[in-house]
C-alpha cells in the first residue's frame, strides 16, 4: 500500500513519441497526476483518458503535470493514442506488473480480450519532492474519481493548504 506522506516509489516508463518519463525528473508547480489505466482493451479508460485530454490545460493552470500509463506494449499504446484523440497527453506504456504492485495497484488476468495480465486502474497526486499526496485505486474498471472533482479538490487543497490525509497505516 502506497501511504499519503511517504515518498512514492520510482516510475519510469517510456512515453508514445519516444521519450522516457520519470517520476523523480519532474518538476511541477504543485504536484504531478499520475493516471493508471487498464489498456487499450478498456473503454471506460477510453473515456476517462479523453477527459483528461480536455482537461490538461485545467490541470496545468493548477500547477498539475499529468502522465497518464498503463502495463500495454508500445503497438497498444500508440494505437490508443491514436485512436482515442490523445494529442497532448503524455502516455507512458511497459509499466511492470512488479511496479504496479509497488503502487498498491490491483492486478487481473485476462478475460476475452484483455491481455493475461494487466493492473486494475488509479489515480496519484505526487508533491513535486516526490511524496504522496492523494490515492485512489480501483479493483475494478468502475467507479473512479471524476476529474472534475479532482479539479475542484485541487482548488480547495491549494487555497487552503490542505494536508494529505490517510497517512497513519493500518
Known amino acids: 500500500m502506497v501511504l499519503p506522506r511517504s515518498q512514492a516509489p520510482e516510475l519510469s ?5 519516444g521519450a522516457q518519463w520519470t517520476l523523480s525528473e519532474q518538476s511541477p508547480e504543485n504536484f504531478t497526476l499520475v493516471v493508471v489505466y487498464r489498456g487499450l482493451h478498456c473503454p471506460i479508460c477510453k473515456v476517462q483518458l479523453r477527459d483528461l485530454e480536455r482537461k490538461l490545460d ?4 493548477r500547477g498539475v503535470n499529468v502522465v ?10 500508440t494505437q490508443s493514442k491514436q485512436d482515442w484523440g490523445l494529442d497532448k497527453l503524455t502516455l507512458g506504456y511497459g509499466l511492470s506488473i512488479e ?4 503502487w498498491g495497484l490491483f492486478i487481473s488476468t485476462g478475460i476475452k480480450q484483455e491481455p493475461a495480465e494487466f493492473s486494475e486502474p488509479g489515480l496519484f497526486l505526487i508533491r513535486p519532492g516526490g ?5 485512489s485505486v480501483q479493483s475494478m474498471p468502475f467507479a473512479r474519481p471524476p476529474l472534475d472533482d ?10 487552503n493548504d490542505y494536508p494529505a490525509r490517510g497517512e497513519l497505516a493500518a
Open 58 to 61: 485545467a490541470f496545468a493552470e
Open 68 to 77: 497518464a500509463v498503463s502495463t500495454d506494449s508500445e503497438d497498444k499504446a
Open 131 to 135: 511524496e504522496v499526496y492523494f490515492v
Open 99 to 102: 511496479t504496479a504492485r509497488e
Open 13 to 17: 516508463v517510456p512515453t508514445v513519441g
Open 150 to 159: 479532482v479539479l475542484s479538490a485541487l482548488d480547495f487543497v491549494l487555497k
